[in-house]
């Protein structure tokens, strides 16, 4: 089995002149649903968008390790799954027609029969061969959790992972962070407490000033 | 204090020597300077215009190095230091562009030739204001500084194949270009001592300015930072 | 290996997002034909140099690829994908699949731009072809690399339109010197042994740009 476990020190950021936040430091190994709680614009997808890797920080260290290695960060991509409310798919394509450009340029084998089992699993399957431009903002979010796990990824980073979502598309939520967690991390930004409930350790943003 | 006194006054001999200082044919006198041929009275904006040519290219180079080092560290600093150097590089590089101009006026007719060094004085032009209205349309600290280093650096790579392409263009009229025998007066030391003198010093001159105002400049702007931010609190 | 066929997909992806919408190609080829028409009117009846011809033959290549190119990063941006892409491939994979984009894009448009100067201009013929052929392999290349590097970074800042060709210009100035010495020498039936300089400085040009492009990229790719 693979160990994913992640580390986090000293993690600072600043746009401009306002401290986002200073000084974070965590420990996450698996089999953890983690929260990160916050008001709007407190630095919840700041946070999450640089432990993914796509921001920089500007001091500490964000270190993801694969059976107590450090993953080197060219090869991190793949490791992660991540939905966020900023996360916009090709909407020109059809939903299909996404997955599989995104294997091919992350360099993975498409999968048939896990993405039909991932199509049904967010009721989206009948609508697998329409473009994105027709879909509900609704849809649009449950897509991009088949997005975020087509993969198969070790880390799954939710921001706001109901927004748009009715009763059932939250249900799918968190079953799918329940069976997640079992094997693998969770990290969860979101100020909804229904969202947060799940989570074993919460941090709050707001401390980090 | 002392300094400032010290480079006014060189800058003033270098001003008044270069401009008024006659040209004959056999200089007899301390102040007086040699003629050489094909340039005439017009020798006297060597001492303008070669330092000022000099100095823009060496705040290009400037530029090139703080980027280089900003991004290596993202130290605020260098972004600072490189601004400043900019904003002195293209002050020099339009003088040099004018002074060049008025001296191909008068030695061959025209303002502007297109010859091989007008267009690459002309492209370095281009780039310190291509550089300014990149600046000026970014609003992230960040990213500017992020997107002007790496635009310095790319543009730093482009400006050498300016000095490969001007020998092959064979009728330059610059002094130095393939075709003048002259090889330029510099190269030539066809001045004489006196002249010579004056050339140095005027470079040492321009040089000990242009430092003094960079160095001026980037502080001034870390101090304004830091006042900004202190009363913010 | 792989990172090829990585990026090449990415390439494939921007290929059949655009011939699907066709917001780009379309409006690239009215520019074109638009750009010629005006030089063509403006000439008239006149008989103008082999040197300007070479000239403004370069003129249209250069403003058709301040037209075109810079799409390749501004409609992620537009389209608010940049995200999508940077966390499905790393900087190296999308600055090559969006310049195998604009490499194409370039030999494209530029094939249909020389073969209407060749058509429409009496004094644009080629009497040495093969240095023709390598000053447009070489040339174009150039002209796709540093257009991408330039456009990833107006991408990112505002007045992207108008700030494309401010940018780009000084860098591909050297270039476009050379290309149009060449396109003379093409005229004048000059043999490929006496362009060697000038191909030299088009051949290094295009080393020197791609390398640093690639070293750079990182910066402007990752914020």
Redesign the interface.
């Known amino acids: 089995m693979n160990e994913y476990s992640l580390e986090i020190k000293n993690l600072s950021k600043k746009f401009g002149r306002r401290q986002v936040f200073n000084n974070i430091n965590l420990s996450i190994n698996e089999n953890t649903i983690f929260g990160i709680s916050g008001a709007n614009g407190s630095g919840k997808s700041t946070f999450m968008k640089i432990v993914a890797g796509v921001l920089t920080q500007d001091q500490g260290k964000v270190i993801h390790y694969i059976n107590n290695t450090p993953i080197n960060s060219e090869k991190l991509l793949n490791h992660i799954g991540f939905v966020s409310p900023y996360l916009v798919l090709y909407e020109e394509f059809t939903a299909e027609e996404n997955l599989i450009i995104f294997s091919k340029i992350r360099g993975i084998n498409y999968d048939v029969e896990y993405t039909k089992y991932l199509f049904n699993q967010l009721n989206l399957y009948k609508r697998r061969k329409e473009i994105i431009k027709t879909y509900s903002s609704g849809m649009k979010q449950r897509m991009k959790y088949i997005f975020a796990l087509i993969h198969k990824p070790n880390l799954l980073l939710l921001d706001e992972p109901t927004s748009n979502l009715d009763s059932e598309g939250k249900s799918t939520v968190y079953s799918i962070v329940n069976s997640f967690s079992k094997e693998k991390i969770v990290i969860i930004a979101s100020n909804e407490e229904q969202d947060l409930e799940f989570c074993k350790d919460i941090l709050h943003l707001e401390n980090y000033k | 204090m002392i300094w400032k006194i010290l480079l006014f006054v060189l800058m003033t001999f270098v001003s008044i020597a270069g401009i008024s200082f006659p040209i004959v044919e056999k200089p007899s006198n301390w102040y007086e300077f040699p003629l050489i041929p094909g340039l005439g009275e017009n020798a006297k904006i060597i001492f303008f215009h070669v330092p000022t040519a000099w100095l823009t290219v060496v705040a290009f180079f400037m530029s090139f190095i703080f980027s280089i080092k900003y991004?290596k560290q993202?130290n605020h600093e260098y972004d600072v230091k490189a601004y400043v150097a900019n904003q002195l590089g293209i002050i020099f590089c339009i003088l040099a562009t004018l002074t060049g101009a008025i001296w191909a006026k008068f030695a061959w007719g025209a303002f502007w030739s297109w010859d091989p060094r007008q267009?690459s004085i002309f492209?370095l032009l281009?780039?310190y204001?291509?550089w300014f209205?990149?600046r000026s349309?970014?609003?992230?600290?960040e990213?500017r500084a992020?997107?002007s280093?790496?635009?310095s650096?790319?543009?730093f790579?482009?400006v050498p194949?300016?000095i490969?392409?001007m020998p092959?263009i064979m009728t330059g009229l610059h002094p130095g270009s393939a075709d003048d025998d002259n090889l330029g007066p510099v190269i030539n030391f066809k001045m004489n001592e006196n002249m010579q003198l004056i050339f140095f010093l005027s470079l040492t001159a321009f040089s000990l300015l242009y430092f003094w105002m960079w160095n001026l400049g980037y502080k001034s702007i870390l101090i304004k930072e830091k006042l900004i931010?202190k009363f913010?609190r | 290996m792989k990172m090829f066929s990585r990026a090449y997909n990415l390439f494939i992806k921007d290929l059949r997002s655009e011939l699907r919408t066709r917001y780009a190609i379309n409006a690239l080829i009215m520019f074109i034909l638009v750009a010629i028409s005006v030089i063509l009117f403006s000439i008239g009846n006149e008989k103008i140099p082999p040197q300007l011809t070479a000239g403004l033959y370069w003129v249209v290549i250069f403003f058709s690829a301040m037209s075109g190119l810079s799409r390749a990063f501004v409609s992620e941006e537009e389209k608010g994908t940049t995200l999508t892409l940077q966390l499905v491939a790393n900087a190296d994979i999308v600055f090559s699949g969006k310049l195998l984009f604009n490499l194409s894009l370039t030999f494209f448009i530029n094939l249909i731009i020389t073969f209407l100067y060749a058509a429409f201009f009496e004094d644009f013929v080629i009497n040495n072809f093969s240095l023709f052929l390598i000053t447009f392999f070489f040339g174009n290349i150039g002209l796709a690399i540093s257009s991408t590097i330039i456009a990833s970074i107006i991408a990112k800042a505002g007045a992207k339109g108008t700030l494309y060709p401010v940018l780009s210009f000084p860098i591909l100035l050297p270039l476009i010197l050379t290309c149009v010495q060449l396109t003379i020498f093409c005229f004048d039936g000059i043999n490929i042994e006496n362009s060697v300089y000038e191909l030299a400085i088009v051949i290094s040009y295009d080393i020197v740009m791609i390398t640093i492009s690639y070293l750079l990229f990182d910066f402007i790719w990752k914020e």
């Open positions: 991004l993202k267009t492209a281009l780039i204001g291509a209205a990149l349309s970014i609003d992230s600290d990213k992020t997107l280093s790496v635009y650096i790319i543009a790579f482009t194949f300016f490969f392409i092959r931010k913010e």
